[in-house]
């Protein structure tokens, strides 16, 4: 240490140009520390923690967390370490890495033998395929996961390990419900069925494929009874295309129209192992009509042979050009074409709709714009022309709310007119239909003639599969005396008989209606009430019976049967009218036609009393919002008569019906 006389301490060198000089490392000589003293003579707080020891006591603290329904307290470092753990089995690679590391740190994978790192070792599962996932995940392929397991479990009894993996399917973390469980945690799941009954159930399988129906029958039945409580749909599916082959068709179909698997599913769907089931019988030499059937019915939902949901790759119609003129003109009736192009066609619905109502707001306020009177016009062919696309598409609550619309101004053009009676036909309402075709003749469409537009319209319901027995009438009408149509049209060939009698077993309406072109009044009705039934199976099978798809197709049911109930009733076939219309007020208890048809055949069978209470009964109520049923017994008079027959109680009615209504006191 320099001295103050400016010489060193050690060798008496002069350094007094070094001491003057103060800078880095050299600090003044007054506030240096002295040799052999500390700079903090008073020490270290007594009582002030470190870091580590800060660290120390917060881990070691007490915390509340929540395990199952049970509240506990532990140190804060274990509850850490509970948490990266509960997330790294879920999946989380942060957490399973963070966890790892505190391993490492704690040297807990220092200094171990081989032995007890491999005991220690973190065994993840080994990646599983596609179709290893799709067979532990999808509930459609229940058949070949339980053949499996009883596959490991015949082979562990016999003490020989079983080909493949068993780790990756065999082990019970590897099961379906395990999986469901851990993807639905608090979901009730039904169990499996027991070994006895899956080998019954796998049994009626090969019986299946070998042609014996009826053991396959059987073996279903009895695998189905032993599975009550599980959960057995594959099973019930064998049975389903047993009994195809057994004749009870409308059965399986009922079963098969069941399933309605989400579209956004990526597993196999019950569908799709449908149409692989069917392929099989083919390939066994086993075929039905119901097969192609549903095989249509899945293939135009878009499901295939393939596993994963149905695709439907939307080609490319419009270009980017397009796309840019809808994001900038949404209102513009180009948007509404270019959406009709590209398959929008709700949304060009919703445009022309929009442009209806604007333009006829604006000729409320100025009935001489006649660019508001132009595009309305031009919107209103437009959504003309959507609402004939959905009544051949068959959606025809769509289109009658389009129709209604667009008679909202009043009677509306002739070419409204045509497609409203086209609708009505379609619905059902065959007479009023009837009436609208009958009220316009000789009248112009365009440069066509009315009758000529008809028939026209006819022909391209019979090509989209919409023939309705009233089209031959109303041609039969218009091709006779002198306001005949020249409209050279070849007569359609009639059905061969092979055709006629498949039509007869089927269970749709359209074969039913084909056979009713034909006069084939007995076997149209089985149509129609196989039909009936199996909509109905499916209504019992659905919670609640809110299914809208399924009531709408029991109501077409119910009406094709009491229409031709009145037609056995014009051709004197009183009591089985009673019975078809009593098999459909069976299916539908509010169904006012189907009292009305009965009525009519108790009245001719002698039963007056019960028919004219039952006439009494429905007079007053209403089939739907357009039809009142006091107005459907008067035009089933009127058919009646003309058939030929008349009761003293068709007048009674009559009269009743035309008394006024009774005025209801208003307080």
């Given at each position: 240490m320099a001295m103050g006389n400016g010489t060193d301490s050690h060798t008496g060198a002069n350094t007094t140009s070094v001491v003057a000089t103060v800078g880095y490392k050299r600090p003044p000589r007054g506030s240096r520390f002295n040799k052999g003293r500390s700079g903090n003579s008073k020490g270290r707080p007594k009582g002030r923690p470190n870091f580590a020891e800060i660290t120390r006591d917060l881990f070691n603290a007490k915390t509340k967390i929540r395990v199952g329904e049970q509240t506990l307290y532990m140190p804060t470092g274990e509850a850490i370490i509970r948490k990266l753990m509960v997330d790294a089995t879920r999946g989380n690679h942060r957490s399973l890495m963070a966890l790892l590391d505190i391993i490492e740190m704690t040297g807990r994978t220092n200094e171990v033998s081989d032995e007890e790192r491999e005991r220690r070792t973190l065994k993840l599962p080994k990646p599983k395929s596609r179709d290893e996932f799709d067979l532990i995940a999808s509930p459609a392929r229940a058949k070949e996961r339980q053949r499996l397991f009883l596959t490991y479990q015949d082979a562990e009894a016999k003490g020989s390990a079983p080909e493949g993996d068993p780790d990756r399917i065999g082990r019970h973390e590897g099961t379906y419900r395990s999986f469901v469980a851990q993807m639905n945690p608090g979901r009730a799941i039904m169990p499996e069925p027991s070994p006895e009954a899956i080998r019954i159930g796998l049994e009626a399988d090969q019986r299946l494929y070998a042609g014996d129906f009826a053991g396959a029958v059987r073996l279903a039945d009895d695998a189905t009874a032993k599975s009550l409580d599980c959960e057995a749909t594959w099973m019930r599916l064998i049975l389903a295309h047993a009994r195809m082959f057994s004749g009870?068709?409308?059965?399986?179909?009922?079963?098969?129209?069941?399933?309605?698997?989400?579209?956004?599913?990526?597993?196999?769907?019950?569908?799709?192992?449908?149409?692989?089931?069917?392929?099989?019988?083919?390939?066994?030499?086993?075929?039905?009509?119901?097969?192609?059937?549903?095989?249509?019915?899945?293939?135009?939902?878009?499901?295939?042979?393939?596993?994963?949901?149905?695709?439907?790759?939307?080609?490319?119609?419009?270009?980017?050009?397009?796309?840019?003129?809808?994001?900038?003109?949404?209102?513009?009736?180009?948007?509404?074409?270019?959406?009709?192009?590209?398959?929008?066609?709700?949304?060009?619905?919703?445009?022309?709709?929009?442009?209806?109502?604007?333009?006829?707001?604006?000729?409320?306020?100025?009935?001489?714009?006649?660019?508001?009177?132009?595009?309305?016009?031009?919107?209103?062919?437009?959504?003309?022309?959507?609402?004939?696309?959905?009544?051949?598409?068959?959606?025809?609550?769509?289109?009658?709310e389009f129709i209604e619309e667009l008679l909202v101004d009043g009677s509306g053009s002739l070419g409204l007119q045509a497609l409203r009676a086209h609708l009505l036909m379609s619905s059902g309402q065959g007479r009023e239909a009837r009436a609208i075709f009958l009220q316009h003749r000789g009248k112009t469409v365009g440069t066509d003639s009315w009758e000529t537009v008809i028939l026209k319209d006819f022909d391209t319901l019979r090509t989209a599969g919409r023939a309705h027995v009233l089209m031959d009438e109303i041609e039969q009408l218009f091709g006779s005396g002198s306001d005949a149509v020249s409209l050279q049209r070849p007569e359609p060939a009639p059905p061969a008989v092979s055709e006629l009698d498949e039509l007869a077993e089927a269970s749709d309406v359209a074969s039913g209606d084909k056979l009713f072109e034909q006069r084939r009044f007995s076997e149209a009705l089985a149509v129609y009430l196989r039909y009936l039934d199996q909509w109905n199976f499916i209504l019992s099978r659905t919670p609640n019976k809110i299914n809208t798809t399924a009531i709408a197709y029991r109501d077409r049911a119910v009406d094709r049967i009491c229409d031709l109930a009145v037609i056995m009733i014009q051709n004197r076939e009183y009591k089985a009218a009673c019975e078809a219309a009593g098999r459909a007020l069976a299916a539908k208890q509010q169904a006012p036609r189907a009292n009305i048809t009965i009525a009519h055949g108790l009245m001719l069978l002698g039963q007056v009393d019960e028919a004219r209470v039952l006439y009494e009964k429905c007079r007053r109520e209403r089939l739907d919002a357009e039809r009142k049923a006091a107005d459907v017994i008067l035009e089933d008079f009127a058919a009646i008569r003309e058939a030929g027959l008349t009761h003293p109680l068709m007048d009674e009615i009559e009269n009743l019906i035309a008394l006024p209504e009774p005025r209801r006191l208003v307080r």
């Amino acid at each position: 240490m320099a001295m103050g006389n400016g010489t060193d301490s050690h060798t008496g060198a002069n350094t007094t140009s070094v001491v003057a000089t103060v800078g880095y490392k050299r600090p003044p000589r007054g506030s240096r520390f002295n040799k052999g003293r500390s700079g903090n003579s008073k020490g270290r707080p007594k009582g002030r923690p470190n870091f580590a020891e800060i660290t120390r006591d917060l881990f070691n603290a007490k915390t509340k967390i929540r395990v199952g329904e049970q509240t506990l307290y532990m140190p804060t470092g274990e509850a850490i370490i509970r948490k990266l753990m509960v997330d790294a089995t879920r999946g989380n690679h942060r957490s399973l890495m963070a966890l790892l590391d505190i391993i490492e740190m704690t040297g807990r994978t220092n200094e171990v033998s081989d032995e007890e790192r491999e005991r220690r070792t973190l065994k993840l599962p080994k990646p599983k395929s596609r179709d290893e996932f799709d067979l532990i995940a999808s509930p459609a392929r229940a058949k070949e996961r339980q053949r499996l397991f009883l596959t490991y479990q015949d082979a562990e009894a016999k003490g020989s390990a079983p080909e493949g993996d068993p780790d990756r399917i065999g082990r019970h973390e590897g099961t379906y419900r395990s999986f469901v469980a851990q993807m639905n945690p608090g979901r009730a799941i039904m169990p499996e069925p027991s070994p006895e009954a899956i080998r019954i159930g796998l049994e009626a399988d090969q019986r299946l494929y070998a042609g014996d129906f009826a053991g396959a029958v059987r073996l279903a039945d009895d695998a189905t009874a032993k599975s009550l409580d599980c959960e057995a749909t594959w099973m019930r599916l064998i049975l389903a295309h047993a009994r195809m082959f057994s004749g009870q068709a409308p059965e399986s179909n009922a079963y098969y129209l069941s399933f309605q698997t989400p579209k956004n599913i990526s597993l196999t769907s019950w569908e799709t192992v449908i149409l692989q089931d069917f392929e099989k019988l083919r390939k066994a030499g086993h075929s039905h009509p119901l097969m192609s059937e549903i095989a249509k019915h899945f293939t135009d939902q878009g499901w295939t042979l393939k596993a994963g949901a149905p695709m439907r790759p939307k080609p490319l119609t419009i270009t980017i050009e397009d796309r840019a003129f809808i994001v900038l003109n949404p209102d513009d009736l180009k948007t509404g074409d270019l959406l009709e192009r590209d398959g929008e066609f709700d949304k060009a619905a919703s445009l022309y709709r929009r442009s209806i109502a604007k333009c006829r707001s604006r000729l409320a306020n100025n009935k001489s714009d006649a660019d508001a009177r132009q595009t309305l016009k031009t919107a209103a062919g437009r959504l003309m022309r959507l609402a004939w696309e959905l009544v051949l598409a068959g959606r025809l609550g769509q289109a009658s709310e389009f129709i209604e619309e667009l008679l909202v101004d009043g009677s509306g053009s002739l070419g409204l007119q045509a497609l409203r009676a086209h609708l009505l036909m379609s619905s059902g309402q065959g007479r009023e239909a009837r009436a609208i075709f009958l009220q316009h003749r000789g009248k112009t469409v365009g440069t066509d003639s009315w009758e000529t537009v008809i028939l026209k319209d006819f022909d391209t319901l019979r090509t989209a599969g919409r023939a309705h027995v009233l089209m031959d009438e109303i041609e039969q009408l218009f091709g006779s005396g002198s306001d005949a149509v020249s409209l050279q049209r070849p007569e359609p060939a009639p059905p061969a008989v092979s055709e006629l009698d498949e039509l007869a077993e089927a269970s749709d309406v359209a074969s039913g209606d084909k056979l009713f072109e034909q006069r084939r009044f007995s076997e149209a009705l089985a149509v129609y009430l196989r039909y009936l039934d199996q909509w109905n199976f499916i209504l019992s099978r659905t919670p609640n019976k809110i299914n809208t798809t399924a009531i709408a197709y029991r109501d077409r049911a119910v009406d094709r049967i009491c229409d031709l109930a009145v037609i056995m009733i014009q051709n004197r076939e009183y009591k089985a009218a009673c019975e078809a219309a009593g098999r459909a007020l069976a299916a539908k208890q509010q169904a006012p036609r189907a009292n009305i048809t009965i009525a009519h055949g108790l009245m001719l069978l002698g039963q007056v009393d019960e028919a004219r209470v039952l006439y009494e009964k429905c007079r007053r109520e209403r089939l739907d919002a357009e039809r009142k049923a006091a107005d459907v017994i008067l035009e089933d008079f009127a058919a009646i008569r003309e058939a030929g027959l008349t009761h003293p109680l068709m007048d009674e009615i009559e009269n009743l019906i035309a008394l006024p209504e009774p005025r209801r006191l208003v307080r």
